[in-house]
C-alpha cells in the first residue's frame, strides 16, 4: 500500500464491458501522482467496494444498462456504501469527496429522490453543448469552463423531473442541463448536479479525451449507427469539434482536475489543522 498523502477510490461500474472510462480516469488521476494514489473496485461484477476508513476521494463511473435496475446484490451494497459516505461527512471533520460520472450519476439521483430517470428516444452520444445553470455559473466544478462548454455524451437514459422540493430541503442544486433540443416536445434533461458541499456528478463523461473517442469509433458497428443517427454531415462536424483546443480538450483538462484539487486543498487544510 502507497503512503501517498490522499487516497483515491474508483469505483468500476462498467461490468466488466470494454469501455473508454477507466483508462480515461486514471490518465487524469495519475496527473496529480505527486500526492494521490489510487484503487480500483469492480462494484458490478465483483461487487467490491472500498473500505471507507481508507479512502478519501471516490469517482464512481459510467456503465452499461438500464440504471433502474441492479442485480439485487451489488446495487443494494453500492447504495448502502453512498448512504455511508454521506453519513461519515455529517459526523467527521474530514471530509468524503465523491463525483459521479453518468451512469453513476443516474443511479445517484435516483437515490437521493431528486428526479426520475427514463429511457431516451434515442441514443445521445457525441460532442454535446452543456449550459450552466444560474447556479453552475458560480459552482467551482465548472470553474476555467466556458458558457455552454462541451462534453462527451454516451447514453440511452436522462434524468428528468427534478423534484424541486426535495432539491431545496437537501440543499443540491442543478448545476447544468442539456441543451434546448429542436423539438420542444421533449424536456431538457439534467447534466449536472451538487448533491453537497462534497458530493457532485455529471451525466455527460468529463474524463473523455479525444483519443477515447475516436478508439471507440474504429468499431465499424459503431461507427455506421452513429454515422446512421447523426447524418454524414453532423458527423464529420462533430469530428471537427474534437479538434478544438476548446471543447472536449478543455473540459478534460478541466473538470476533473478541479475536482481533484478542490478536494485535495480541502483535506490537506483539515488534516493540517487536526495534526496541529
Ligand atoms: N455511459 C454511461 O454511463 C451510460 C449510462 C446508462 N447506462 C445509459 O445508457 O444512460
Redesign the pocket.
Known amino acids: 500500500m502507497s503512503n501517498k498523502i490522499i487516497k483515491i477510490a474508483l469505483l468500476d461500474m462498467y461490468k466488466g464491458e470494454p469501455n473508454q472510462g477507466m483508462r480515461c480516469i486514471i490518465d487524469v488521476v495519475n496527473r496529480f501522482s505527486p500526492v494521490v494514489s489510487f484503487e480500483i473496485f469492480d462494484v458490478r461484477v465483483k461487487c467490491e467496494l472500498p473500505d471507507i476508513k481508507e479512502f478519501d476521494i471516490y469517482i464512481s463511473t459510467?456503465?452499461?444498462?438500464?440504471?433502474l435496475i441492479g442485480d439485487g446484490n451489488w446495487d443494494v451494497k453500492y447504495y448502502a456504501f453512498i448512504d455511508s459516505l454521506h453519513k461519515w461527512n455529517t459526523e467527521n471533520a474530514i471530509k468524503k469527496h465523491v463525483l459521479f460520472?453518468?451512469?453513476s450519476f443516474?443511479m445517484a439521483c435516483l437515490h437521493f429522490g431528486l428526479a426520475t430517470v427514463t429511457r431516451r428516444n434515442d441514443t445521445s452520444f457525441g460532442v454535446m453543448t452543456i449550459h450552466k445553470t444560474k447556479e453552475g455559473l458560480t459552482d467551482p466544478l465548472f470553474e476555467g469552463l466556458a458558457d455552454p462548454f462541451y462534453g462527451i455524451d454516451?447514453?440511452?437514459?436522462q434524468v428528468v423531473q427534478p423534484k424541486l422540493s426535495i432539491f431545496s430541503k437537501k440543499g443540491a442544486k442543478i448545476i447544468s442541463l442539456e441543451k434546448i433540443r429542436d423539438n420542444v416536445q421533449y424536456e431538457r434533461a439534467i447534466m449536472a448536479v451538487r448533491f453537497t458541499d462534497y458530493f457532485v456528478g455529471t451525466q455527460f463523461?468529463p474524463e473523455a479525451d479525444p483519443v477515447s473517442f475516436i478508439s471507440h469509433l474504429r468499431n465499424k458497428q459503431a461507427k455506421e449507427k452513429i454515422r446512421n443517427m447523426k447524418g454524414k454531415r453532423k458527423f464529420r462536424n462533430m469530428l471537427e469539434d474534437l479538434l478544438d483546443d476548446d471543447k472536449i480538450y478543455r473540459t478534460n483538462e478541466t473538470l476533473i482536475p478541479n475536482f481533484l484539487r478542490i478536494a485535495i486543498n480541502d483535506l490537506m487544510k483539515t488534516k493540517r489543522m487536526l495534526s496541529n
Not at 459510467?62 to 440504471?67: A, E, L, R, W
Not at 454516451?154 to 437514459?157: E, L, T
Open positions: 459510467g456503465g452499461p444498462g438500464n440504471p460520472i453518468c451512469h443516474q454516451s447514453r440511452d437514459y463523461h
